[in-house]
């Protein structure tokens, strides 16, 4: 199986991504990171600060600095839990909202204008591989949890670049 160039593959389309979304919005001041936890905070409303560490596999202390950022911003707001006011919940607020579904668009936008300048044989080849490359995902996104979840010795995959 030719795993690193569709590692390749993926990780250049994550910059051209990136790129494009800059170059569309060149008046966006949020970061990657910064949306990946407004997009994970929308897919789990009321996480707790740890729970998005585990899920986005970033440090406790990068959670707070991107949290801090983003209350600042309006972007969320950080409550106290059901019966420990110790616990933090955080939420989306209507602009956090606004921002996840602008990026949503953008990348949505950019994909549908790319995908259009393809020629008509690639676009098929994309479109009959879609349902592979969700099962790939979600075969990735498992090892993740997996991770997580396994014994601690275990040595962790080394890192790519994307």
């Not at 909202?97 to 950019?110: F, G, P, Q, S, T």
């Amino acid at each position: 199986m030719p795993s690193v160039d569709l590692a390749d593959v993926v990780a250049q389309l994550r910059r051209a991504m990136r790129r494009a979304a800059r170059a569309a919005d060149p008046t966006a001041t949020l970061s990657v990171a910064q949306l990946e936890m407004l997009s994970c905070l929308a897919e789990n409303p009321g996480a707790r600060p740890g729970q998005l560490a585990r899920m986005l596999r970033l440090a406790p202390s990068s959670v707070a600095t991107l949290t801090h950022g983003l209350r600042r911003a309006d972007l969320v707001t950080r409550t106290g839990g059901q019966g420990d006011r110790r616990t933090a919940c955080l939420r989306l607020t209507p602009a956090g909202e606004a921002a996840v579904i602008r990026w949503k668009v953008l990348n949505e936008d950019l994909l549908r204008t790319a995908f259009a300048a393809l020629p008509e044989g690639s676009r098929g080849t994309i479109q009959a591989a879609l349902a592979a490359l969700s099962e790939l995902a979600g075969a990735v996104d498992a090892l993740a949890d997996e991770q997580l979840s396994g014994p601690q010795s275990a040595a962790p995959p080394p890192a790519m670049s994307a």
